[in-house]
T-cell receptor
């Protein structure tokens, strides 16, 4: 499974869009990009995933570059409850391999 | 509520002891995954089972073992416990071995079992 690189931490003001980048330059053609988040010590929560097209659901949008070497998770209107560690994962095989993630803090 | 149930939620034990953590997957899910998260560490994949068979192995110590039973619940056995085994242990489930759950590709995680080894 390809490795990912994310910033260690980010801050965002409440109500603004939070844009979380992820680099996955070694991604291969059949590997998906997944995003999960973990609030405090709770179980990780699925957010969104995509292969090459941009995706949107009720939680977030996922923008994948044309060469698929990077992606951005967008939380359109961040709230205090979005404070969490966000994991970008590239997966083609069976298991999900988590990196260190980005600790996103939403400030009032 | 993810639908994945883990017991016990908290467990305190001593070094050298053995414990068993239990996971009940979501109804209909065939795959079970175990992850370990030590303090301030990321989630480390331990092992995956699909319909009773081991399908993938990660950084699981030889002192640890797991199995998935015919009713699809899973147990993670940790023996000869050391201080460094103190961690949150998460179980996740999905419908298929590829991790695809219907159309979302989602793994559903339980709330974890917090193990403290003194």
């Amino acid at each position: 499974d390809a490795k990912t690189t994310q910033p260690t931490s980010m801050d965002c003001a409440e109500g603004r869009a939070a844009n979380l980048p992820c680099n996955h330059s070694t991604i291969s053609g059949n590997e998906y990009v997944y995003w999960y988040r973990q609030i405090h010590s709770q179980g990780p929560q699925y957010i969104i995933h995509g292969l090459k097209n941009n995706e949107t659901n009720e939680m977030a949008s996922l923008i994948i570059t044309e060469d698929r070497k990077s992606s951005t998770l967008i939380l359109p209107h961040a709230t205090l409850r979005d404070t969490a560690v966000y994991y970008c994962i590239v997966r083609g095989a069976q298991k999900l391999v988590f990196g260190q993630g980005t600790r996103l803090t939403i400030n009032p | 509520d993810s639908g994945v149930t883990q017991t016990p939620k908290h467990l305190i034990t001593a070094t050298g002891q053995r414990v068993t953590l239990r996971c009940s997957p979501r109804s209909g899910d065939l795959s079970v995954y175990w992850y370990q998260q030590s303090l301030d560490q990321g989630l480390q994949f331990l092992i995956q089972y699909y319909n009773g068979e081991e399908r993938a192995k990660g950084n699981i110590l030889e002192r640890f073992s797991a199995q998935q039973f015919p009713d699809l619940h899973s147990e993670l056995n940790l023996s000869s416990l050391e201080l460094g085994d103190s961690a949150l242990y998460f179980c996740a489930s999905s419908l298929t071995t590829s991790g695809e759950s219907k159309n979302t590709g989602e793994l559903f995680f339980g709330e974890g079992s917090r193990l403290t080894v003194l």
